[in-house]
T-cell receptor
Framework: LAKTTQPISMDSYEGQEVNITCSHN???????ITWYQQFPSQGPRFIIQ???TKVTNEVASLFIPADRKSSTLSLPRVSLSDTAVYYC????????????FGGGTRVLVKP | NAGVTQTPKFQVLKTGQSMTLQCAQD?????MYWYRQDPGMGLRLIYY???????DKGEVPNGYNVSRLNKREFSLRLESAAPSQTSVYFC???????????FGSGTQLSVL
């Protein structure tokens, strides 16, 4: 199982770009990388998913280097409402694969 | 379109009592999951069901049982509740494993 490592917390200010890096050194060939956002008292919410290179949607960008041993979630121009915990998951459709969450990164956006 | 619905939202049990947490999804998803989240911690996988009729253990299955009643419903049962099971329980579903997970709003369980 690919284990993930993320920073415990990060502080930022409104309008800045936030980059969160996740390490997954033993990622398997068929594994995808997925990021979730969780607000207090709510279930996690899907942000973005990728396999390699770069993926962008209306909320974030995901950068994955060629060796896929890490990935970086980029949140452009954050606002106070982006204060949340962000989780990186690695997993595949393989039989027996278990989608496990790590400890997540607590992002605090300050005025 | 309700998504993933969990009941109850709150529950208080005494040690040794049993109860079942209910989860239903209306998105025709194949896979369903139960996670627990302790205060200030990440989510830990209890059990999952890759498809109707199959269930598998996650990271922390001890003290729990599950039933994939049909494609829509996936229940979690505590046979003899313990204080260590005090947590917030989240149910999730996805079209397939490793696809986007959709989460319910959670059940806050306290075992006294």
């Amino acid at each position: 199982l690919a284990k993930t490592t993320q920073p415990i917390s990060m502080d930022s200010y409104e309008g800045q770009e936030v980059n969160i890096t996740c390490s997954h050194n033993n990622i398997a060939t068929n594994d995808y990388i997925t990021w979730y956002q969780q607000f207090p008292s709510q279930g996690p919410r899907f942000i973005i998913q990728g396999y390699k290179t770069k993926v962008t949607n209306e909320v974030a960008s995901l950068f994955i280097p060629a060796d896929r041993k890490s990935s970086t979630l980029s949140l452009p121009r954050v606002s106070l409402s982006d204060t949340a915990v962000y989780y990186c998951l690695v997993g595949s459709k393989a039989a027996g694969n278990k989608l496990t969450f790590g400890g997540g990164t607590r992002v605090l956006v300050k005025p | 379109n309700a998504g993933v619905t969990q009941t109850p939202k709150f529950q208080v049990l005494k040690t040794g009592q049993s109860m079942t947490l209910q989860c239903a999804q209306d998105m025709n998803h194949n896979s369903m999951y139960w996670y627990r989240q302790d205060p200030g911690m990440g989510l830990r996988l209890i059990y999952y069901s890759a498809s109707e009729g199959t269930t598998d253990k996650g990271e922390v299955p001890n003290g729990y049982n599950v039933s994939r009643l049909n494609k829509r419903e996936f229940s979690l049962r505590l046979e003899s509740a313990a204080p260590s099971q005090t947590s917030v329980y989240f149910c999730a579903s996805s079209e397939d494993r490793a696809e986007k997970l959709f989460f319910g709003s959670g059940t806050q369980l306290s075992v006294l």
